[in-house]
Nanobody, 128 residues
Framework: QVQLVESGGGLVQSGGSLRLSCVASVGTLDYRGIGWFRQAPGKEREGISYISRTGITIHYADSLKGRFTVSRDGANNTVNLQMNSLQPQDTAVYYC?????????????????????WGPGIQVTVSS
């Protein structure tokens, strides 16, 4: 069993950067793929990035246009999401989610039902 917690959110001006982190408050992120999702007010939760348990396979939503970078920090058992050139439309609650152990995702990575554990979410607000 794993429980996740996100950190690093907050308020930033348009064009700024933030780095979100996902850690396991219970259990470990080892052996699990990690997805990042976001939900803006009045919209559905959407997948924005995925990194496999090894860190070799990485996916991004096409809409991000290369502004976000996901990485794993094995030493600290953390998955980070570096977000650059933030725009007001990036304002949302951001969630990390973990697959079941040893589960590898491909093009289906944005499917929310493929993740067994979710963090509580963290607010990111980008002002214009």
């Amino acid at each position: 069993q794993v429980q996740l917690v996100e950190s690093g959110g907050g308020l930033v001006q348009s064009g700024g950067s933030l780095r979100l982190s996902c850690v396991a408050s219970v259990g470990t992120l080892d052996y699990r793929g990690i997805g990042w999702f976001r939900q803006a007010p009045g919209k559905e939760r959407e997948g924005i990035s995925y990194i496999s348990r090894t860190g070799i396979t990485i996916h991004y939503a096409d809409s991000l246009k290369g502004r976000f970078t996901v990485s794993r920090d094995g030493a600290n058992n953390t998955v980070n999401l570096q977000m650059n050139s933030l725009q007001p439309q990036d304002t949302a609650v951001y969630y990390c989610a973990a697959t079941n152990p040893w589960t590898a995702l491909g093009s289906n990575w944005p499917r929310k039902d493929l993740y067994g554990a979710w963090g509580p979410g963290i607010q990111v607000t980008v002002s214009s």
